[in-house]
T-cell receptor, first 113, second 114 residues
């Protein structure tokens, strides 16, 4: 069965600094990958997704992620974070279009002034 | 605002009781998903309905059940509640029943079992 590992439960970063949130998945077959964001006291919102094609995926709010099949990773990056990026970020995977989505445990992003 | 509504926002009840959580999907969305979010288990998929039919099942306990009505709103019923059922319960909706489509999440119902 597929699974998702988010290596960091919390990531502190200074405002305007770059950030990378790490995500690794386990699957021997092709996967579809997602990043969702959960702002405080809200539901989840889709940031970006990789279905096929270009391995560099651009999402909302200046985020992007790179699919690396050889390293089974889908790390999320932003070149310059803002205080409004304070949230919890979830990586997710599904094996096929008819299957359920498996979420990682989440990474809490703390923006330091 | 995602367009998905959930009621109630908070629910406090005692062990052994039964509660019903309600979800109204975005206008035009046919799929409804239920998730449970807790500190120890993270975000777990419970069940999905598409146009009134059960489409996929995840880690849903036998004490829990759900249904989607003809007007497409959905209800999640939790019975014989235990302390460990305390969690945030999210509903999400999407246009189709494909897992690769974007899911729009509601604000959640926080359930506290005492």
């Amino acid at each position: 069965a597929q699974s998702v590992t988010q290596l960091d439960s919390q990531v502190p970063v200074f405002e305007e600094a770059p950030v990378e949130l790490r995500c690794n998945y386990s699957s021997s077959v092709s996967v579809y990958l997602f990043w969702y964001v959960q702002y405080p006291n809200q539901g989840l919102q889709l940031l970006l997704k990789y279905l096929s094609g270009s391995t560099l995926v651009k999402g909302i709010n200046g985020f992007e992620a790179e699919f690396n099949k050889s390293q089974t990773s889908f790390h999320l990056r932003k070149p310059s974070v803002h205080i409004s990026d304070t949230a919890e970020y979830f990586c997710a995977v599904t094996l096929n279009r008819d299957d359920k989505i498996i979420f990682g445990k989440g990474t809490r992003l703390h923006i330091l002034p | 605002d995602s367009g998905v509504t959930q009621t109630p926002k908070h629910l406090i009840t005692a062990t052994g009781q039964r509660v019903t959580l309600r979800c109204s999907p975005r206008s035009g969305d046919l799929s409804v998903y239920w998730y449970q979010q807790s500190l120890d288990q993270g975000l777990q998929f419970l069940i999905q309905y598409y146009n009134g039919e059960e489409r996929a099942k995840g880690n849903i306990l036998e004490r829990f059940s759900a249904q989607q009505f003809p007007d497409l709103h959905s209800e999640l019923n939790l019975s014989s509640l235990e302390l460990g059922d305390s969690a945030l319960y999210f509903c999400a909706s999407s246009v189709r029943d494909s897992a690769v489509g974007e899911q729009y999440f509601g604000p959640g119902t926080r359930l506290t079992v005492t």
